[in-house]
């Protein structure tokens, strides 16, 4: 018999034990952190660019000397020189002057604006005809208009992709500290369960959650340590969890959680360390388990993957972002949708429903896709799940609801 918590209550356990668990912070060069959540604010030491560059192939002018020129009135302006990609400018731009700059060079000093080389004549005089008008700025990045000194770029917490690292590049960091992945085991326990490389025979049924969780905890940016199928004999059990535990930062148990004879799950958390809940109201996932062992999350969840899937992306992902240093970047989306059909609950716990958004009537809506526990194609075709509270009796055709999205 579980003595059931709610989900409320299962989350407080969750966050009151583990909310300020992490993992130890280490400084990687910035193409390794790639995935990883960074660990430090990243302030600019510098400005960005550096200079004020030219974005066009053309002249640097005074902007003030174009004002009202055109091909009939050009505005004729003596050639000062060069300047070199790469180069500083040696010689500064002073009223009717104008320099040649390529896209990316730095302009002068005293210019402040640029004109577009196809509109600009050469005398072969030394000067140059500018045929169109430029306002101040035109055509200049000025030094600072991308990042100035002091200027906080990236923020503690954030989960590092292609486009923090240009930034970083930009800014000259080379190494970066960030959090450690989290080292996850996963653990699949079942008589029935056979490798996704096998043909089933009889009632056997090849091991879906192992590589389904394993895939989720990947998805988060974890360090996966997938063990695998793992029989339902309580040493055999026992020894897998002792040995994750000693070399990793979390488990992750599916299978064996309820409380049948062969349901080996909870006897090897009880004997290995604390039961700290075995059974959440929840629909799926009522036997779901945490333990505290070493001062590591254990969790135990339902053999049927959809369920399995659902605890973990209610109670697993949550913990894991947090002991991550995500600070909540990486939650999963959420919307307010109204239902497009009614949905009846009166199971007396949170029910959890897989949905699929659709238009109907010019609105985009939400539409409950039923299915049993044991059943996982629907998994791949759904957009996200509702939850349904312990108290509600159904919700009506048109109601609102949250959805989380996948």
Known sequence: MLTVKTSAEAEKIIFDTFGKVSVDVEEVKILDSVGCILAEDIISKEDVPGFNRSTVDGFAVKAADTFGCSDSVPAILDFKGEVLMGEAPTFEIEKDQCAYVPTGGELPAGADAMVMLEFSEDYGDGTRAMLKPSAPGQYVTFKGDDVKVGQAVLKSGVRLSARHIAALSSLGYSKVKVYKKLKVAVISTGDELIDVTKNPVGAQIRDINSYELSAALIELGCEV??????????????????????????????????????????????????????????????????????GKPCFGLPGHPLAAFYVFSLFVKPLVLTMSGDLGKSKSLKKTLPVALSIPSNHGREECMGV???????????????????????????????????????????????????
């Open 225 to 294: 340590y997938r063990i695998g199928i793992v029989v339902d004999e309580l040493p055999l059990l026992e020894k897998a969890v002792k040995d994750a535990v000693s070399s990793c930062d979390m488990v992750v148990v599916s299978g064996g959680s309820s409380v049948g004879v062969k349901d080996a799950t909870f006897k090897a958390y009880d004997m290995l360390g604390d039961v700290l809940f075995h059974g959440i109201a929840i629909k799926p996932g009522k036997p779901t388990i945490l333990a505290n062992i070493d």
């Open 356 to 406: 699929k958004l659709i238009e109907k009537d010019g609105r985009e809506m939400v539409e409950p896709v039923y299915a049993k526990s044991g059943l996982v194609s629907n998994l791949s075709t759904i957009d996200g799940f509702i939850r349904i509270s312990r108290d509600c009796e159904g919700i009506s055709q048109g109601d609102e609801v949250e959805v989380e999205l996948f």
